[in-house]
Every structure is written in structure tokens, then in C-alpha cells.
């Protein structure tokens, strides 16, 4: 059963970091773009930062460029978001995605993921 599972949410104050976790289990992640989304109250689902399944290409969001970083440790059937320099516009919950292949990760787009997890709670206040 393919599963994503998020964690590493939490109450941060602003200027903080927080790093998100994604561990898949049931397939391995080797051949899947990945995807950071998030949504907060009253907003549209968007994409944070997406990678892609071959050469580690990446896609940020103009609002979180120089602040956030995707990584992906496929030994570990594992992505990762590092975020830093924490804004409270930043406060949603957050989704990690996945989609096979994935040639069209850069687009980073809700719609074009398959498979997600539940969300983790971010607060960015002070």
C-alpha cells in the first residue's frame, strides 16, 4: 500500500526553521517526483517546491526562493523541505506528494500528484 507520511511540523516563531519529512513505504521513491504543497485556511492548495525523479532538478515558489530547500535522500525512501528564515505568511498545513516519473514536476501543480500524505501543521507567530 502506497503511503506518504509528513512530520516535522510545529509552532516556530518568525525568522525560524522548521525541516519537514516525508517517508514513503510501500514503493520506493526512486522513480517519483516529489512535491511540497501546502494550504492555509480559506487558500487554494499551491505548490512550495517540487523535485523531479532523474537528475535532482528542483522548482521553488517565488515566495519561498533563497529560504526554503527540497531535498531528497532515496536511500532513505525519503524527501525532505528545509525552512528557514520562517515568515507567519508561511503558516498552513503542509503536503508532500509524489507521482511517478513525473516529467512535469517543474510545473509543481497540485493536480498533476497522485499520491499524498495527510499534512503537518506549520505556525509561524510570535
Known amino acids: 500500500q502506497l503511503q506518504l507520511v509528513e512530520s516535522g511540523g510545529g509552532l516556530v516563531q518568525p525568522g525560524g526553521s522548521l525541516r519537514l519529512s516525508c517517508a514513503a513505504s510501500?514503493?520506493?521513491?526512486?522513480?517519483?517526483?516529489i512535491g511540497w504543497f501546502r494550504q492555509a485556511p480559506g487558500k487554494e492548495r499551491e505548490g512550495v517546491s517540487c523535485?523531479?525523479?532523474?537528475?535532482?532538478?528542483?522548482y521553488y515558489a517565488d515566495s519561498v526562493k533563497g529560504r526554503f530547500t527540497i531535498s531528497r535522500d532515496n536511500a532513505k525512501n525519503s524527501a525532505y523541505l528545509q525552512m528557514n528564515s520562517l515568515k507567519p505568511e508561511d503558516t498552513a498545513v503542509y503536503y508532500c506528494?509524489?507521482?511517478?516519473?513525473?516529467?512535469?514536476?517543474?510545473?509543481?501543480?497540485?493536480?498533476?500528484?497522485?499520491?499524498w500524505g495527510q499534512g503537518t501543521q506549520v505556525t509561524v507567530s510570535s
Open positions: 510501500g514503493f520506493t521513491l526512486d522513480y517519483y517526483a
Open positions: 523535485i523531479s525523479s532523474s537528475d535532482g532538478s528542483t
Open positions: 506528494a509524489a507521482i511517478k516519473g513525473g516529467s512535469y514536476y517543474y510545473l509543481c501543480l497540485p493536480t498533476l500528484f497522485g499520491s
